[in-house]
């Protein structure tokens, strides 16, 4: 048991991160990452409905029928992401205001779906709660790397407003790496998402390399 | 498998009621609090506009609606002693990403008490120094009035007007210039009706 929780832990976070991997969720990905900040809110929002998604669907994995599974699953997602939606907003109104544009935008992302059908269709409810919450840190981590690229080249500055995500206790994080006549604005435009991107997903392979692991491609079906 | 088509069927629907109940309830348990943080988004969007000072009343409260070129706008008025001392309403723009709308604010003498962007979609580092977040550019309008500068004046620099544009963007600001503009010819036309006391 201990090891198929470590191999789904490393899974989510490194061997077949969403991101990095298995190149799903490129919509958010792509549009969020302006920042870290925002790339950080986007992944977190998306990790707290794909936790909620993935258990809700190993729970009812008994009676959803393989012909209607794919409308079932976007059904518990879409409900999922109106319930954060709601709740957000009217009780963590401050963290909404920042949070708020990225929630609808998780509907749009498919790597939620690819989990709810390549593991919790099939797996137990702790191993799915596990799956969906640490793919939601992989995705959250690789979000916000690309969005710290982005924004220091971009901006020259890390983790800018992040005061208004975590509260004033994290003021300390937002510092200005290079001067602000130095930014290279393409970076913060969606060219530099790709650019970014794609430039992560080759170093992440370069050090699978090196560390002699076997690069698996489109892994979005690997066994968890 | 022997299971009867339909049962796919009756598994989709209960699905759907299931969510569709939770759905509904997290709606009615929500719908209140979000009216009122809706309120408090507003209010303090309208504190931002108009001075304490100038009002002892709730501006969020003290609404007018008039019709201007077949839009209807929302007027909230600053009253202090029964009278009104400043009227703030929504102003849109045309920026370089779509629409631009802002929150301003005029006083009883036709002077700008203060513009602040509400929503835009204009370029991260170039459009968007019209956010008081990012620099003080929209401040600079507090004060003004039609008369001063000159309505021919109330342009951007590049077309021969007084505003600085920014380097790289001149559409943004141009469209804000132009909304601001707007904004004070709508106060006017319409100054007997927003200063009346009701």
């Not at chain 2, 503009?181 to 100054?191: D, T």
């Amino acid at each position: 048991m201990a090891t198929q929780y470590r191999t789904i832990i490393k899974d989510g976070l490194w061997d077949n991160n969403g991101v990095l991997c298995m190149l799903l969720g490129m919509c958010p990905t792509m549009a969020m990452t302006t920042s870290a900040t925002n790339g950080f809110g986007m992944g977190l929002a998306t990790a707290a409905v794909m936790a909620a998604s993935n258990l809700l669907v190993a729970m009812f994995r008994g009676y959803i029928t393989h012909e209607v599974r794919v409308p079932v699953y976007i059904l518990i997602v879409a409900a999922m992401v109106t319930l954060v939606d709601l709740s957000m907003n009217a009780w963590m109104h401050e963290l909404y205001k920042v949070l708020g544009l990225f929630i609808p935008l998780i509907v749009s992302n498919c790597l939620p779906l690819a989990r709810l059908e390549a593991f919790a269709s099939k797996e137990k409810v702790i191993p799915s709660l596990l799956d969906g919450l640490f793919m939601g840190i992989g995705f959250t981590l690789s979000l916000t790397a690309i969005g710290a690229v982005r924004e220091i080249i971009g901006s020259g500055t890390l983790f800018a407003d992040a005061s208004l995500l975590l509260g004033p206790a994290f003021k300390f994080m937002e510092m200005r790496v290079l001067p602000s006549d130095m930014n290279v604005l393409v970076m913060v435009l969606p060219p530099g998402g790709f650019m970014a991107t794609g430039f992560m997903v080759v170093g992440k392979r370069i050090l699978d390399l090196r560390a002699g692991k076997q690069i698996s491609m489109g892994g979005a079906h690997a066994v968890g | 498998m022997s299971k009867p088509t339909y049962i796919h069927g009756v598994i989709l629907g209960a699905f759907c009621l299931g969510f569709g109940v939770i759905l509904a309830a997290t709606d009615r348990l929500t719908a209140e609090p979000i009216e009122q943080r809706a309120l408090d988004d507003k209010q303090n969007s309208l504190s931002q506009v108009i001075p304490v000072s100038i009002h002892d009343n709730n501006p969020v409260k003290d609404t007018l609606t008039l019709n201007h070129d077949g839009k209807d706008i929302t007027v909230y008025r600053a009253t202090r002693d029964g009278k009104v001392t400043g009227v703030a309403y929504q102003i849109e723009g045309t920026g370089y990403g779509g629409e631009i709308r802002l929150m301003m604010a005029v006083d009883a003498e036709g002077k700008i008490l203060g513009v602040r962007a509400l929503a835009h979609k204009e370029t991260p580092g170039l459009g968007d120094k019209i956010d008081a977040a990012k620099t003080d550019w929209i401040t600079r309008f507090t004060g003004l009035s039609l008369g001063a500068p000159p309505v021919e004046k109330w342009k951007v620099k590049k077309d021969g007007g007084q505003f600085d544009q920014f380097s790289g963007a001149t559409i943004t600001p141009r469209g804000v210039v132009k909304a601001i503009r707007e904004g004070l010819e709508f106060y006017a036309e319409n100054k007997t009706q927003l200063l009346e006391v009701r």
